[in-house]
Structure formats: C-alpha cells, structure tokens
C-alpha cells in the first residue's frame, strides 16, 4: 500500500480535529470501530446516504457486524481478521438493511488507526451503480420476453402455413421468384417450383393467364388490396415435374395475394386455390393427415368456422374450454356463443379476417356453457375451401399470464361517456376493462404528444419496452396506418 512519504513534515501537527475532518472527506461514510468491531463514532459527507440510512443514529454502540445484511457478515468478519494480520486493505461490497426498502450498497475499505486497536472503514456509496445495474436486468428480461414471445408467434404461424389446405406461395416482391411454399403446394406445383429452383412466378401459370397474375400483384404493391383472379396452371412438361398429380397441372386456380415487408425486403404471400375440388371427396394427402390429428390434439383450441362465423368444425382443446361433451352441440353455432362479447367481437374477427386475411393475438375472453370464463388469445386466417373461403381460430387460454403482458387488438370506446353507455348491457369487469384502456389510450396518445410522435422517447416515458408500446399502439389504432397498410 503506498503511503506519504514524510507524514510528518508534509501533515505538520494535525490535532483531533484536523484528522477527524479529514477522515469524514475521504468517503461517503466513515465508520470509527474499536478493537472489538463496535461502532464508536460515524460521520457522513453525503447527506443523501445520511437520509438513506436513517437508523444510523442507533449504530453507535452496535457491532459493525449487526448493521449489515445477513450475507455481509462473513465479509466483515473477513476484513476485521485481515486488517489485524497486516493483509493489504480491499474494498468489499456490504449491504445494510432499511426497513420497508431496498437494502442500501456501500462499498467499504477497513484501515487500522494507531497502536490502541481502532479502525476507521471508509464507505463509497453505491447506489448509482446498483440502480443502473437493476435497470440492465430489467431490460435484459424485457428482451428475453419479447424474443419468447416473437419465437412463439412463428412457431404459431408456420403451423398455419404448413396446415393450409390451399397452396401458398412466398414470392420476391423485386424478382417474382418463388422463395419458399407450404405441402399443399409441392403437392399441386412439383418440388422443383418450391425447393431450391427459385423459379419465376410466370413458369407456373399458362401463358395466357401469367398476364392477370402480374397485374393481380401490381395492384396489390400499389393499392395493398386486390380482388381475387382466376387464372389457369402451366400444364406439365415431361419429368421436370416428377412426383405431381397430372391431374394437377393445367387446372384452373383462384388466385389471391397479400403484401408484407420482412426488414427492407417486400414479399408477395400468393394463395392459390383449386376451382375444381371437391371437397366432399379429396384424398387428404398422408403428412397433412398428420397434421390434422396435431391439431386435433393440440393444448390449444383450433375451431373451423365459415363466413357467417358457425362452426364447421372444433378439436378437442376448444370443447373442453367451451364445457362441450362432443362436437356435435357446436356444429353449426355461431362461435361467438361462446366467444368474446356477443356481438361485438367475432363480428370485428370476421371484418378483419376479410379485408386481411390473418388476425395475431385478438385478446378477448371465453365462456364455458357452465360460467366458466378464461382469457384467450386468439390468431385466425382466411383459407380457400373448394373455392369458398373458410376460417381458423387458433384460441390460446392466457389466464396465467401477468396482466402487464396481457394485451388485445379488438375496437375499444374512445370516451368515458360511451362506457357509461354500456351499463347495464356488459359486467361489471367488461366495464373496468374498457376503462383501464381508455386510460392507457390517453396516456400513450399524451405521450406521442410531448414527444412530438418519438416512439422511444414515448416509451421511456412509459416505462415500457418499444415492443410492448408497439403492441400498444396497434392495439388502440394509434399506428402509423402506412405501417400498418404495409
């Protein structure tokens, strides 16, 4: 340890006074101890420190060891034993405990006065540090939430994409090369269109249709919605495509497209649908037969339902949620018998499922026929059937979650007056919910206001992650709506 080199000369005769003012500057707290370890006397430069700690006016007369937490102790103990054998001085990190908060971090070095036994510990406070270091946690957990869930959604969504009974198609928005497809496509399209060919989109269809399909994808690029096409399959041409039902091939299609951007990428999501199917009597294919028994047996509800919102058809998970003993009572109900708000919310699922085509994580509630009520989360999309459009609810039970991770997508009133309206007509809990989102609304939308619209700023504000005020945002129809279009 280095010290002066001549004390003596340099110090001059300090008096008690002197070395006292000068031992209470040196750090944020000084502790005086005697050979025993009890706190003689204690100083404090920092009076922020001071308030933090303060039962310190009851330390004089206590052993150092008795003022600090339980996992403390043994580094006291430590430092009284060293300073006593000569060891160089450390600095330790010791905890004191305060009733009804946070344990307070100090960090500590022990220094022996004179030949009489004393010491004096010197003590930095940590606090900064440590709320900094929090803050990092916090963050870190935020992240591994947000990246459990995104994993969660895909997970979701390829399911989906790989059960669709249609063909689905993931074009190069800038090449028009097919880039990947689900089963039902290989099936109809060959595994050479689909596998590593990166095929152009105009070798699929017949000549004289690849026009209406290059226009069907114009329009959605532009505008982000287009009506469907009908168009016709270029027929086969030898063995380039090995393995496809010939019947398949030079068959006519309808045809639908959706736009979506994965980073700075744009992608066409192509839904090709065989007019000539019979749905009655098509052989379902050995893998997608295994996927429809997954799903019969998945933890999660999968119900099936047409236009109109009845159930067609619902596994196992979805009738034990709804306290149905078979299908049968189901077939043919409206979905919101069961579902959300009578009403209300299937009708807002179904209006989005038709001018979207997918729904993500609707939040909403589900009835037992026996009043039992749980929270769900509901993902839907839009498939062709035959030529006619059929739904799929994916309907996830939520009850278990932190409310703070609870979230819904579904219209919200927008004043204290309509739900005041709504008396009456919904529960009590409907109500308090409402409320709280109006709340929450107004809150994140005075926030963008202050801000002047800076998200990150916004959510810092918050106290939210950017992915949950995002979440938010959507939520409430507080997002960009070219974001959203794209």
Known sequence: MNAFKSPTSSLGDLNAEAAATLIAAAADVTLILDAQGTVRDIAFQSPDLAGALAQHATWIGQKWIDIVTVESRAKVEAMLRGTLTGATPRWRHLNHPVAGAPDVAVLYSLVQLGDDGRFVAFGRDLRAIS???QRLIDAQQSLERDYSRIRHVETRYRLLFQMASDAVLILDGATRRVIEGNPAARQILGEATVRGQRRMLAEIFDAETAPSI???????????RADDVRARLAPAEGDSTAGVDEPERGRDVLVSASLFREETTTLFLLRIALLEADPATAVVPKLKSKLIKLMESAP?????????????TANLAFLEMAQLPTEEPARGEPLDRWLGRPGVDLDILLANLRQRGTIRLFATTLRGEFGVSSDVEVSAAAVMNGGQPCYGFAIRDVGRRLSGEAHSEHMLPRSLNQITEL?????????VREATDVVERLCIKTALELTDDNRASAAEMLGLSRQSLYVKLRRHGLDDPEESGS
Not at 214 to 224: E, F, N, P
Not at 300 to 312: K, L, P, Q, Y
């Open 423 to 431: 008396i009456g007509r919904v529960g009590l809990k409907d109500l």
């Open 214 to 224: 290059q226009a069907l994808l114009d329009t959605v690029r532009a505008s982000g």
């Open 131 to 133: 709320t900094l270091q």
């Open 300 to 312: 999660d509800a999968f119900v099936v339902t047409g236009t109109d919102g009845r159930i067609i």
